[in-house]
């Protein structure tokens, strides 16, 4: 795969890092807290507040960013762009789902992941105010599996919600399967694709999700951070109120300032949130890494390099958490077996090692800008200490 970029030709995929000036100086295994920058994205962020200072900003280029944004977002969510809603965070989307419930009746309940990321469950913690039974799914191999969770669902539950990858473990739900059982009796399907869209293919998954919300710091590569992008399937998106609708939501937003009629947008668009104008500029230039690749190839490379880090952590018997081969994702997380988690992030950030500790294990995310050395670099300094 060849490419060229703001910074010249690149031949090869296992090339990328030149693009991302952060990998010269450190193995950077933290892309599950934040993204890294691009240097397209770092250009586009000087040559826009360079305009910005000079001539006043564009926001009407804002505009258009975020709509090229939208585009790629949704090509790699396999969603059509009329379906993808720009929204501020998960947390935001979450809520915004959960305000559609209603008072609880009949034993109604919804049912979540116990260790979920706070954003994806808070929101529908907050829906036991309204007499809705929360039930909390323990997880197993640190991630849900679709038996545990149909033992929590029947015909009162209202909402499934789980992550497509769990941040701590890496663990990739089977989507299809708690899908299934969620839609059996009607329940909304939600899933945070925070650590999953631009990391895996999520086409294949997309006919089985109701809702589907990522923000933009981590795989999209935009740390800065400022948008999130939110699937709705078009029967949800008729059934729900756009409850935070401005200018914004109309079918056309410029010329939506002023009522007197409330002309809203037929498509996702119209739970669009007012944007950052500057998130916009950095998502479309950060995203446009991925049609210089191609999404295929980059999904491709994350994986061959996960399990690469798999059998390099096996041979010097730090294994990571087993998955099977299905709930294997581009996080990969080693039990900290006792480690105190801040001095072995210290000494490993010493060694120029970048990552986190997350919920009792060492978290080592790969994205396409990593390469093998990154890997021979973390595996000897696991081997030493
Ligand atoms: C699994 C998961 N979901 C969501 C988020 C972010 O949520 P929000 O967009 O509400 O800040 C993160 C990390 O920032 C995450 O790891």
Redesign the pocket.
């Known amino acids: 795969m060849s490419t060229t970029t703001e910074s010249g030709r690149i031949d090869d995929i296992r090339d990328a890092r030149t693009l991302f000036p952060a990998t010269s100086s450190s193995a950077y295994l933290n892309t599950?807290a934040v993204g890294l920058a691009s240097r397209e994205l770092t250009a586009a962020y000087h040559r826009y507040v360079d305009e910005w200072s000079e001539n006043g900003l564009d926001y009407a280029r804002g505009e258009a960013a975020a709509e090229t944004a939208r585009t790629s977002v949704a090509a790699l969510m396999g969603a059509d762009r009329s379906d993808v809603a720009l929204i501020a965070?998960?947390?935001?989307a979450a809520g915004l789902i959960a305000a559609q419930f209603g008072p609880a009746s009949n034993g109604q309940n919804v049912v979540i992941g116990e260790r979920e990321?706070s954003?994806?469950h808070f929101p529908w913690r907050l829906l036991a105010a309204k007499g809705y039974e929360v039930r909390q799914v323990p997880f197993r191999n640190g991630g849900l599996e679709p038996e545990d969770i149909a033992r929590h669902v029947d015909r009162a539950t209202q909402l499934v919600a789980f992550?497509g990858v769990q941040?701590a473990s890496g663990h990739r739900s089977d989507i299809a399967a708690i899908a299934d059982t969620a839609h059996a009796v009607g329940a909304l399907v939600f899933v945070?694709g925070?650590?999953m869209v631009g990391a895996l293919p999520v086409a294949a998954d997309i006919e089985h999700i109701d809702v589907l919300a990522t923000?933009d710091?981590?795989f999209l590569m935009n740390a800065g951070r400022g948008i999130?992008y939110c699937y709705l399937s078009p029967e949800v998106r008729d059934r729900f109120s756009p409850l935070n609708a401005g200018w914004k939501a109309g079918r056309v937003p410029f010329e939506s300032f002023f009522g007197p009629t409330m002309d809203l947008s037929s498509t996702a668009s119209r739970f669009d949130n007012s944007i950052s104008w500057l998130a916009a500029i950095g998502d479309e230039a950060a995203l446009s890494v991925f049609d210089a690749f191609g999404a295929d190839a980059i999904f491709q490379r994350n994986m061959d390099l996960a399990d690469l880090l798999r059998s390099a952590l096996t041979e010097i018997g730090r294994g990571a958490i087993d998955l099977p081969v299905a709930n294997r994702s581009t996080i990969v997380a080693v039990p900290l077996a006792g480690a105190e988690p801040a001095e072995l992030l210290a000494t490993l950030k010493q060694r120029g090692i970048i990552c986190s500790a997350r919920d009792g294990n060492l978290r080592l995310a790969i994205h396409f800008y990593n390469h093998e050395d990154d890997i021979a670099q973390i595996t000897s300094a696991l081997a030493e200490l």
């Open positions: 599950a965070s998960v947390s935001a990321y954003s994806n992550s941040t945070d925070s650590q923000s710091h981590k999130g």
